[in-house]
């Protein structure tokens, strides 16, 4: 168990031991990585973070977390971010550790937990399906009770960095009779189970980040069941909050907007104002997204729930992060086009790496479309 008590240490102190702790150890080149960055890269932060007892802030003290109340778990967050540091494969810290602690068995519990931390156990997710996206809930992965056994058959995709996991954790049909959600059972899975075929999938940078995962005939023990069966449903959707406020950090595109402005200072752009028009807007965007995250991160340090209403947080810092990153690879001209890290002038500046990074953050976590729908829904409260 940690012998500190973060939450009792005045906000300034935290975030300056953090910060201090996160520019001394973590590695200067892996400092924001314009892509998800692999295990094999990151393993040693991984252990440097879990000798510090720092691996799971969200977790409590007496599963071997930080325990961190929501106002200084935001505050680990943001330094994270400020400092550029890389997310690793870290479902298992966010999703399965607090699945497990609410739904979970005691020997699930004694099982997974501390091998999730240590990092023996590394997890994927394996919610989405070739039809079966936005639409989760018409998920068609099947698992058919034979014994003690569950038989699973179908297949899952866009599943992240499940080439580098050990595990998956999946949402599957158990019940064909029932309506949609009703039927969904939340289930672990061993990789190296036989019948499980993983196949990377790569994205139009080079990087292979997901991948297809397929099950033929795949037996998992009854016992790898979490909750209760066909409620699986409930469980995943449990899960909202911190990752909805994380990925509206600002942070990501006012990183790109520091490279924008040193490369239109090298280039003299600064005397043309069609450019000073478009760089204006696009700063005012930015200047508009980061108030909107201060405004929720104040609801969440006074422990108040986030409403429908943060998706338009998503919407807004991935909207503005691709906008401006489309600006970067125009502003990069000839250049802009070149792959990898150019230098122009003595400004390092890899023009399509922000581009390509953040094109599917209008994808993931729900599209933009579906969170405008969400607004529109609950929100506005317009006729659907
Ligand atoms: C980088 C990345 C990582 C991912 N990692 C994982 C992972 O680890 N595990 C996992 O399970 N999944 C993962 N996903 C999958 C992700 O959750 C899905 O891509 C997402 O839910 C959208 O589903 P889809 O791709 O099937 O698109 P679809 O749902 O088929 O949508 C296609 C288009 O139609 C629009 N659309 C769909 N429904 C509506 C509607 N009702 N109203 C208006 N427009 C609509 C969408 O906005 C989109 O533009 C990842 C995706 C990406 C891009």
Redesign the pocket.
């Known amino acids: 168990m940690a012998d500190v008590d973060y939450n009792a240490l005045p906000d300034n102190d935290f975030r300056r031991d953090v910060r201090t702790f996160f520019e001394s150890r973590y590695p200067e080149e892996m400092r924001f990585l314009p892509r998800r960055v692999r295990m094999s890269e990151i393993r040693g932060w991984w252990n440097t973070l879990y000798e510090k007892g720092w691996i799971a802030p969200n977790w409590p003290r007496e599963s071997g977390g930080m325990g961190l109340d929501a106002g200084k778990m935001v505050i680990f967050l943001e330094e994270m971010e400020r400092h550029g540091v890389a997310r690793p494969a870290d479902?298992g810290i966010t999703q399965v550790g607090p699945i497990l602690m609410k739904y979970g068995t005691q020997e699930q519990k004694d099982f997974y937990l501390p091998r999730t931390r240590s990092g023996e156990i590394i997890w994927?997710?394996?919610?989405?399906e070739p039809n079966?996206?936005?639409?989760?809930a018409n998920l068609q992965t099947s698992a058919v009770i034979d014994g003690e056994h569950f038989v699973i058959n179908g297949a899952?995709i866009?599943?992240?960095l499940a080439q580098d996991s050990t595990h998956i954790y999946l949402l599957v049909r158990t019940d064909r009779e029932a309506k949609k959600q009703k039927g969904i059972s939340f289930v672990l899975v061993d990789l190296e189970t036989p019948g499980i075929t993983i196949r990377p999938i790569r994205n139009i940078a080079g990087h292979e980040?997901?991948c297809e995962v397929f099950f033929d005939n795949v037996r998992v023990p009854r016992d790898r069941l979490v909750g209760k069966l066909n409620e699986g449903w409930t469980i995943a959707k449990a899960l909202l909050g911190f990752e909805r406020l994380n990925i509206g950090s600002p942070r990501r595109p006012q990183y790109a907007l520091t490279r924008l402005e040193l490369l239109a200072r090298s280039k003299g752009l600064f005397d043309d104002a069609g450019f000073v028009d478009r760089f204006t807007e696009i700063k005012l965007d930015l200047e508009a997204l980061a108030s909107l995250y201060a405004r929720y991160v104040a609801q969440v340090k006074r422990g108040e729930p986030l409403g429908h209403d943060v998706s338009q947080l998503k919407v807004w810092a991935m909207e503005t992060w691709q906008r401006l990153s489309e600006l970067l690879v125009e502003t990069g001209a000839e250049d802009g086009v070149v792959e990898g890290v150019t230098d122009i002038d003595g400004v390092e500046i890899d023009f399509l790496a922000p581009f390509y990074y953040s094109r599917?953050g209008t994808?993931?976590?729900?599209?933009?479309?579906?969170q405008r729908?969400i607004l529109s829904k609950y929100v506005l409260e317009l006729p659907s």
Request: glycine share 14%; proline share 4%.
């Open positions: 479902q994927c997710q394996g919610y989405s079966a996206g936005s639409d989760l899952k866009w599943t992240s980040e997901f599917p994808i993931y976590g729900g599209s933009s479309e579906i729908n």
